[in-house]
């Protein structure tokens, strides 16, 4: 069995919880590091750029150049691109980072915040190629119904991730999914999905690196979301249990990770020395 040359390290609930990091993380990062392991993350979030979230990592002592990081928002942008052309218009459900890599791509996305707003456009909802939902803190009623307009008017509904909660510092919180199945329930279309479980962001991430899925351990907070794409991929999977997955939850599920870490630091312990290369 092939050495793991490179981690894929899901971000909140893994890494970090809000502003701080998990107690472990920084210390087995930082010596897998040191042990020649790239350090790689791909998360669901789109609240930042590709760019910001590498940022953020930096600013927490943990070394990231901005191509280490792939998140929704990047992935989202690069197939929207693909699908529907230089300057299409699209409805953003979400923060500042996903327009931010929207409007990097070469499209022009939409926000409605306040009824006069959603007034304003809603002429030109026919020109709407999709509406894009990712987690949204800032979300109105009004953005809800500009995005229902476009997709009563043909517009796909494309979903950064599915994930029903979000980890945080706060606690567990109502993620991107339970938005989507509201606007899906609405129209009554399926949303496509970008994110994980989808195995793109992995290998978008293993290709620009070159790395093979068999060289990869994808990590974790969430069995039926990271663990699930790093096996679609083909990388050997971890789950740690800092974030969303209990011990019950583990017991509970069909989905089988290669290991489970009480936290990150369980890697640096002698029953994982032969895991990675020397």
Do not use: Q
């Amino acid at each position: 069995m092939k050495k793991i040359r490179a981690l894929l390290l899901d971000l909140d609930g893994v890494v970090y919880l809000g502003p701080k990091l998990i107690p472990g993380v920084k210390r087995s990062l930082l010596a897998l590091a040191n042990r020649g392991v790239k350090l790689l993350y791909a998360t669901n979030n789109s609240t930042l750029t590709r760019s910001g979230f590498a940022k953020k990592l930096r600013a927490l002592g943990l070394p990231c150049p901005d191509p280490a990081v792939m998140n929704a928002a990047f992935a989202a942008s690069s197939v929207l691109r693909a699908r529907h052309g230089r300057g299409a218009r699209i409805i953003v459900v979400g923060e500042h980072g996903l327009p931010a890599e929207l409007r990097k791509a070469g499209l022009a996305p939409l926000e409605t915040r306040t009824r006069a707003e959603w007034g304003d456009w809603r002429k030109g909802a026919r020109h709407i190629k999709a509406v894009v939902v990712s987690f949204d803190r800032t979300l109105t009623y009004w953005k809800l119904c500009a995005a229902l307009d476009a997709l009563n008017a043909g517009a796909e509904l494309v979903a950064t991730n599915m994930d029903p909660t979000w980890p945080s510092e706060l606690g567990v919180m109502p993620g991107t999914g339970s938005l989507v199945s509201l606007l899906s329930f609405a129209s009554g279309k399926k949303a496509f999905l970008i994110g994980k479980p989808d195995p793109l962001m992995f290998r978008m991430l293993l290709r620009e690196h070159g790395v093979s899925p068999r060289e990869a351990l994808a990590i974790g907070d969430r069995l039926d979301v990271d663990v699930e794409a790093g096996r679609r991929a083909g990388a050997r999977t971890a789950v740690v249990l800092t974030g969303l997955t209990s011990r019950s939850d583990l017991n509970r599920s069909r989905i089988r990770p290669d290991f489970i870490l009480r936290r990150l630091d369980d890697l640096l312990k002698p029953g994982f020395s032969g895991l990675f290369r020397p």
